[in-house]
């Protein structure tokens, strides 16, 4: 009896260990639908409520343009001088009025940070223009369809859970959060695993907004360059600590080379 006894322990062990690790993530490819409601338990599992579940993901279909958004993407080209030349100069002098106009602001959130304002402004305007344009793709359709696509699976689903617990922590309606065809959202273009790491309400307004909120934009962008060890009062030109601190926010060479120069034209560094 104890023999059969501990026989049947393994074996509830073993199927309890089979279960957890079956739940434990959403095989990608197969059937949309089976994959989402396995997805679905995986994110019940990880502890997101199933008000944020079902509120975000309730009639959630694949969507393959953006699987050939993605296949589609080819290596960048571009030189430095010709990334520059073509961002730069039709975004200076708006950038140079914000930086007069939320000068207040810019300045709090250096002292509190240590990443200057022209920085944090380069950032904004080489990302979304200021703002104005920030994408309009449904954020949690994009990142479900590239969490179902087998191309990279686990990156994507991890940015899947993180956006229900964006909508889980009130944040934002899963509605209101759209963004680039990849999964950016917002002024400065968090992933959503980076919002819910970096993103502060700083405008006291109850809830971290980098889609309609100034001052949580440019505190956000600020704090993840901080988490990344930004130094304070230190160069950011190529080849110095902060350059890559930079290279954290985009790994391309030309594109943190470009908004440490947009950076330098803003601060007036020769």
Sequence with gaps: MRLISARLSIVAVWLGIATSQA??????GGDFGAWLEAFKQEAAAQGVSQRAIQSSLAGITYDPSIIARDHAQGVFHQSFEQF???MVPPRLERA?????????????????????GAVIVAIWGLETDFGAVNGKSPTIRSLATLAYDCRRPDKFRAELLAALRIVDRGDMSPGDMRGAWAGEIGQT????????????????KGRRD???????????????????????????????????????WNASEVYTKTVAYFAERLAGVQ
């Excluded at 901080?226 to 190529?238: A, H, I, L, S, T």
């Design 84 to 86: 520059s030349g073509r």
């Design 23 to 28: 739940c434990a993530t959403a095989p990608c």
């Design 96 to 116: 140079q009025r914000l930086m007069q106009q939320d000068g207040a602001l810019l300045s709090r959130i250096e002292q509190q940070y240590g990443v200057p």
């Design 189 to 204: 273009q968090f992933l959503p695993s980076s919002y819910l790491k970096y993103a502060v309400d700083y405008d006291g």
């Design 210 to 248: 980098l889609i309609h909120s100034v001052p949580d934009v440019l505190a956000s962008t600020a704090n993840y360059l901080k988490g990344y060890g930004w130094q304070r009062g230190q160069p950011w030109g190529e080849g110095s600590a902060n350059f890559q601190v930079l290279l954290q």
